[in-house]
T-cell receptor, first 113, second 112 residues
Framework: DADVTQTPRNRITKTGKRIMLECSQT?????MYWYRQDPGLGLRLIYY???????NKGEISDGYSVSRQAQAKFSLSLESAIPNQTALYFC????????????FGPGTRLTVT | DAKTTQPNSMESNEEEPVHLPCNHS???????IHWYRQLPSQGPEYVIH???SNVNNRMASLAIAEDRKSSTLILHRATLRDAAVYYC?????????????FGKGTRLSVIA
């Protein structure tokens, strides 16, 4: 089984809809991250969390919110989706105690029409 | 975090060595040099990291210039599976381990 899982893997939604992307990990890591990737570009950080009670904005947090429900779960919400949020979304985890190498999930491809 | 500069793309023949360069002239003393790669349709994966000395692991080698203003990721024998985007990232361990900041990376093509 994969260490970092993301659901759904693909989603098509309409403008104005609320949508939640979920991330779960079985690695026991304390840190979790959400990135988005647009075609031909690198990853940009949306939000990150260093433990259950910690939430931090990344460089492109506008239009997004997150919830760290447990150490193993970190969800990303788009309150009112818009077409320019169409992208590939990646969740990642790391453990500060063991070198902080980041492990990425398989990604969620989101299309907003 | 200090900025890195990488070529947009590189090409290699299969089974030949590949040297992927990265310039980081504003690197600070506490910046580690990390390399990740992203295979097609997958999330990024860790390749290697180092501070001052050259590093080797099962995937690659990292050669760091003596002044630390540049580094080179070395794939000893490129395979078709190594075709990916390679990201060189600086990470300041002295600032509480901030998240990775990805640039556009180098797209490596491997020719059979």
């Amino acid at each position: 089984d994969a260490d970092v899982t993301q659901t759904p893997r693909n989603r098509i939604t309409k403008t104005g809809k609320r949508i939640m992307l979920e991330c779960s990990q079985t690695k026991g890591h304390d840190r979790m991250y959400w990135y988005r990737q647009d075609p031909g570009l690198g990853l940009r950080l949306i939000y990150y969390s260093f433990d259950v009670k910690d939430i931090n904005k990344g460089e492109i947090s506008d239009g997004y919110s997150v919830s760290r429900q447990a150490q193993a779960k970190f969800s990303l919400s788009l309150e009112s989706a818009i077409p320019n949020q169409t992208a590939l979304y990646f969740c990642a985890t790391s453990d500060h105690g063991t070198g902080d190498e980041q492990y990425f999930g398989p990604g969620t491809r989101l299309t907003v029409t | 975090d200090a900025k890195t500069t990488q070529p947009n793309s590189m090409e290699s023949n299969e089974e030949e060595p590949v040297h992927l360069p990265c310039n980081h002239s504003t690197i600070s003393g506490t910046d580690y040099i990390h390399w990740y790669r992203q295979l097609p349709s997958q999330g990024p994966e860790y390749v290697i990291h180092g501070l001052t000395s050259n590093v080797n692991n099962r995937m690659a080698s990292l050669a760091i210039a003596e002044d630390r203003k540049s580094s080179t990721l070395i794939l000893h024998r490129a395979t078709l599976r190594d075709a990916a985007v390679y990201y060189c990232i600086l990470r300041d361990r002295g600032s509480g381990n901030t998240p990775l900041v990805f640039g556009k990376g180098t797209r490596l093509s491997v020719i059979a």
